[in-house]
């Protein structure tokens, strides 16, 4: 589980996600450029194809030698709930597709299968909780 969080602080940073709240946020304006970078179609809405392949490519990236799997030297380094760091696993890309599936649809409140602009500022928690 541990890598998974490395993985989801990743994603939070490079995409710019905000935390969860009961409260539906309003994107500011760095989470809109964000968002708009995701909405390759420019509806308005990142579907499931626009987000799994800006994660995917984030994948990519974090790859640094192209073997399908992310290692502890390929990701940035992440903190638990107490604020200690925390050393991750390998991640295969199944595995990391899975995880961006999984928040994917708990971000997609309105279960609608597309983020707005307001279910992207809130999506999962930078922690990976």
Do not use: C
Not at 94 to 99: F, R, S
């Amino acid at each position: 589980m541990r890598n998974l969080r490395g993985i989801a602080t990743a994603l939070a940073v490079v995409l710019g996600l905000g935390a969860a709240t009961a409260v539906r946020a309003t994107p500011d304006t760095t989470t809109q450029k964000s968002f708009d970078s995701v909405d390759v179609d420019g509806d308005g809405k990142v579907s499931w194809e626009e987000y799994r392949n800006r994660m995917l490519h984030v994948f990519h990236a974090m790859d640094h030698n192209g073997d399908g799997r992310l290692t502890p030297d390929e990701t940035p380094p992440a903190k638990d709930k107490s604020g200690q760091s925390v050393k991750g696993g390998t991640v295969t890309i199944e595995a990391y597709n899975a995880q961006i599936e999984k928040a994917f649809k708990k971000a997609d409140s309105d279960g609608n299968g597309a983020l707005d602009p307001d279910e992207w500022a809130s999506a999962p928690p930078k922690s990976g909780k």
